[in-house]
């Protein structure tokens, strides 16, 4: 899958993970395949703003609200299911606000919706 990176000036860089993993391999580390896209767009890249919370989605919301411009959201749920972390209302307000994307450890909801927002 490529990465794309946007950087400050909004230029789009594409890269194939591989490629990266060779020309960086002291810097790269790839995740388990443990995660899966739900978004309108297959690949991303930015800045990281992390947020840990556990069954609770108010710091994903309070963030989505901000300027994300080149920037994704990852957020440590801890891996649990019983609590949505993200549907589409936080997805389509995060879009609006310029973020590239999710990366989700924990449950996500209302993804058909979300499958049609430009958003990864």
């Known amino acids: 899958m490529p990465v794309i990176y946007i950087s400050e000036d909004q230029t789009k860089m ?9 020309a ?3 810097l790269v580390r790839v995740v388990e395949p443990i995660f899966k896209n739900y978004g309108g ?3 991303f890249g930015g800045e990281i703003v992390t947020i840990k919370c556990f069954e609770d989605n ?8 901000k300027n994300g411009r080149g920037k994704v959201m990852v ?11 993200l549907g589409d209302l936080i997805a389509e ?3 609006k606000n310029g973020w590239q ?5 924990g449950c996500v909801r209302d993804v058909e919706i979300i499958g049609g927002i430009n958003i990864a």
């Open 93 to 95: 307000t995060a879009y």
């Open 41 to 43: 767009i297959s690949s």
């Open 101 to 105: 994307g999710f990366i989700i450890y």
């Open 14 to 22: 594409h890269f194939l993970t591989p490629d990266l993993c060779d």
């Open 24 to 26: 960086y391999p002291e």
């Open 75 to 85: 957020v440590d749920g801890g891996g649990s299911l019983k609590r949505a972390l």
């Open 58 to 65: 108010s710091h994903v919301k309070e963030t989505a609200v």
